[in-house]
């Protein structure tokens, strides 16, 4: 199933690198020279349309070689556990923190991140060659000039889709080239268009800025992913908020003019549009604010972390309602539902009850599994259900707590998923008689509709 929100990301990214210092100057001056540089106006669109090929293949072809290499020499098996192990074990978040930590300080203007010139010289010199050869090394020398600053943007687009599957780096890279390839083919068709982009100016370095503020937040996803599998405790919900809250606080100073980087010019005065933005990050950081003291913020319920590492609420502080459990010391239930992290146990509870079970396949880096958690199991018609009518049993397929015998506990679990139910993404239901051995419904994956849960929870409630 696609990550939409990883593709959507991907297409924003791609418009967004175009409105950097390193590549918005090269538009005018790469479509005036398809329109100048070639015999007929249907040969310069013909050059123009294989220059944002080639731009898309250059940026796709080396990330889908590196997938398929691993895919044909290790198996389907190999490359899935190559990128669970990349979006899940603590060692690549935190790497991929760090990563992001510095693309930002690079935005901010701390330092510029750049190929060797002799690699972009050698292409630049290539260009001049005719027919399609010039062409593809004119859109080589493009990626490569602008490198400083799109390289933390193509970073960025291919880690965070590591979490949606072997095929979803491919296909959001695909996603963000050819939103930045789009618009210098479409300007060479249409020139007449070219009048109407702005001036280059001050305004480009601000958009590097406005994206190391957006970068910032986005790497402490990371972190958390970390924090999370490993139990370390270092990035709490409230903890993680108040980073957010003064991240995007500062933003909007910034977009206000009340700072200043060391490449920005002097803001004497705001236009329509950067008030605007301010004011929308404003009230994004009012809107997180309650969550500091346990408001659920559905719309960003998916990149905070669980309401059960929030240590207190307005009404008190949250506990765990499954102490004494198997595992219950370190993973929890959101909305302090009663229920279990071992298969075994909960089965031993549900033919003791006579309760079907809900089983729920998750992940502590499953941004879906938190939207569903606060959306839907929230829900007046559910919350109540899987209170009363099920016996609740949540496996964890990311966490690396070492269990019996050594093994992790993440890794038992999402093999025993697979192999049972044929489960291998995050959210799966499975809604199970007493005994566990027979499916009445499901296995289910991410859907936020409310209905179609209350009717999949009834229809192993009819079965009873």
Known sequence: KLDWSSIISAIIWGFAALLTPCVFPMVPMTVSFFIKGSGSKAQGRFRATMYGIFIVALYVLPIAALILITRFTGGEGVTEDIFNWLSTHWIPNILFFVIFMVFAASFFGAFEITLPQSLVNKSDKGSDKKGLAGVFFMAL?????????????????????TSGGVWMPIITMAAFAIAFALPFTVLAWFPSLLKNLPKSGGWLNSVKVVLGFIEVALGLKFLMTADQTMHWGLLDREVYLAIWIVTFSLLGLYLLGKLRFAHDDEVKHISVFRLTLAIAVFSFVVYMIPGMFGAPLNAISGYIPPMTTQ???????????????????????????????????????????????????????CNNCREMETMVWSHSSILPMLQNDFVICALYVDDNTKVEGGKRLGSMN????????????????????????????GPRGYDTDIDAFVKFLETAKAAM
């Open 414 to 441: 999402s093999k025993f998923a697979q192999d049972r139910w044929g489960v291998n993404a995050q959210p799966g239901y499975i809604l199970l008689s007493p005994d566990g051995e027979t499916v009445l419904a």
């Open 311 to 365: 240590d207190y609420q307005i009404n008190g502080r949250v506990e765990n309602a499954n102490t004494g459990r198997k595992y219950a010391d370190f993973l929890h239930l959101p909305h302090q539902l009663e229920g279990h992290f071992d298969f075994e146990e909960a089965v031993a509870d549900a033919k003791k009850q006579n309760k079907p079970i809900f089983v729920d396949v998750t992940g502590h880096a």
């Open 141 to 161: 020398t493009l990626v490569l000039v602008s490198f400083s600053c799109t390289g933390p943007i193509v970073g960025s687009v291919i880690i965070s889709s």
